[in-house]
C-alpha cells in the first residue's frame, strides 16, 4: 500500500509558466518531505525538503508547500524551464519506521516544460 | 570532488550468474542504500547500512546480497536467484540529515 502517492504521473507546462506537482501521504507520523529531480538514466539528484513543523519551504525558482491537515504538499517551479523536464519524486521520513533514515518514496511525476 | 560513484554504467550478463555492483562514497556518510528502479516504476529500497558491519533488508531483498566491510563501499550482489534481475540500480548515502545523495546509476541487462 503506498504510503506515498503522486497521483498525476505526468504533467506539460508551458516555457515561463508554473508547474505545480502534488504529493499525497497516508502517514500523520512523517515529520520531513523531499523532492527529488531525476533524468533518465541518471541518480535523482536532491531539489528541496521542508520539515513537517514548517509550512513552506523556498529555494530560488522552487517551492515546497506543506499542508499537514490535509497530507499534502506540493512543489511549485516558477518560472519552469525546458531544463525542468525530469521525473520528480516526492519521499517522506517516518521517524517511528524504526530507522528514520529509511525513506518512503512516491512513484514519481514526469514533468515536460514545452518551448 | 566529494560524491558517490557506481561502477560500471552499463552491466551485461548471462542468466544464472552472479554479479556484483560497485557503490564507492567519499562523503564520509554513515549510512549506505541500494534501489532498484524499473520502467514507469518508482524507487524500490533492496538494502541499506546505517554503520559498517551492519545491514537490514529493504522492500525486495530476496535474490540480492551485500556487504558492509568499509564505510566507503557497500557493494550488490545480484544473484542467480533473483527472478528478474534486469533494471537500472542506484546507490545512495546519507549523513546526519535527511538528504539521500545518489551514484549515476548501473544499467544491468541479463540475457
Known amino acids: 500500500d503506498q504510503q506515498v502517492k503522486q497521483n498525476s504521473p505526468s504533467l506539460s507546462v508551458q516555457e515561463g509558466r508554473i508547474s505545480i506537482l502534488n504529493c499525497d501521504y497516508t502517514n500523520s507520523m512523517f515529520d520531513y518531505f523531499l523532492w527529488y529531480k531525476k533524468y533518465p538514466a541518471e541518480g535523482p539528484t536532491f531539489l528541496i525538503s521542508i520539515s513537517s513543523i514548517k509550512d513552506k519551504n523556498e529555494d530560488g525558482r522552487f517551492t515546497v508547500f506543506l499542508n499537514k491537515s490535509a497530507k499534502h504538499l506540493s512543489l511549485h517551479i516558477v518560472p519552469s524551464q525546458p531544463g525542468d523536464s525530469a521525473v520528480y519524486f516526492c519521499?517522506?521520513?517516518?521517524?517511528?519506521?524504526?530507522?528514520?533514515?529509511?525513506?518512503?518514496w512516491g512513484l514519481g511525476t514526469s514533468l515536460a516544460v514545452n518551448p | 570532488d566529494g560524491g558517490i560513484t557506481q561502477s560500471p554504467k552499463y552491466l551485461f550478463r548471462k542468466e544464472g550468474q552472479n554479479v556484483t555492483l560497485s557503490c564507492e562514497q567519499n562523503?564520509?556518510?554513515?549510512?549506505m542504500y541500494w534501489y532498484r528502479q524499473d520502467p514507469g516504476q518508482g524507487l524500490r529500497l533492496i538494502y541499506y547500512s546505517q554503520i559498517v558491519n551492519d545491514f537490514q533488508k529493504g522492500d525486495i531483498a530476496e535474490g540480492y546480497s551485500v556487504s558492509r566491510e568499509k564505510k566507503e563501499s557497500f557493494p550488490l550482489t545480484v544473484t542467480s536467484a533473483q527472478k528478474n534481475p534486469t533494471a537500472f540500480y542506484l546507490c545512495a548515502s546519507s549523513g546526519r540529515a535527511y538528504e539521500q545523495y545518489f551514484g549515476p546509476g548501473t544499467r544491468l541487462t541479463v540475457t
Open positions: 519521499a517522506a521520513s517516518d521517524p517511528y519506521a524504526g530507522n528514520n533514515r529509511k525513506l518512503i
Open positions: 562523503l564520509n556518510h554513515d549510512a
